[in-house]
């Protein structure tokens, strides 16, 4: 009845060339960016890196070198070198902020707290490193619940032991 048309013709989306997703430490001293999409993120539970950021674990997106730029403050960035490992720290001097995570085994490679990004970078973190390290302390995404009286925090209810029929019998 009515003309067929053809049937558009579906492309996979890629991740245009865009504006790159930018980020900057505490104190707004040092600015950078890189190129979208960054190459990969990941969660690091280490001890090193769990020390270094004084939580569970640390987040973080890994860039090629080349596509990092320093936009703001290079003169404010203070580097700590572990030898025993082969890594290197970088710190804005003025707040403290964990700027850049380097290994020797990636020369090529600069690793940056994803908290740090005002936007998206293109990955989502979906490995976990040294998750043999994991703490038990740590949250693994058990249940929430609010907490009563106290508007915007949230508890884990601690898991009620079922008692047996003996119990109170006697």
Known sequence: MFPEEPEAVKKP?????????????????????????????WHDHSATSRRAHGAAYATYVGSWRKRFRITKG???????????AKT??????????????????????????RALFTGRTGRQPLYHIAIE??????????????????PGVVWQRSKKKKRSDRDGMF
């Open 88 to 113: 290197v720290r970088s710190f804005c001097a003025r707040c403290g902020t964990q700027l850049i995570y380097e290994r020797a085994r990636s020369p090529h490679m600069v690793n940056i707290p």
């Open 13 to 41: 989306k890629g991740v245009a060339p865009g504006k790159p997703a930018q980020g900057q430490c505490l104190c707004r001293n040092v600015r950078f960016e890189i190129d979208v999409p960054a190459r990969w993120a």
């Open 74 to 84: 290079e003169a404010e960035i203070t580097r700590y070198e572990d030898k025993a």
């Open 133 to 150: 390290e994991l703490q038990e302390w740590a949250y693994t995404g058990e249940p929430l619940v609010p907490l009563k009286g106290f």
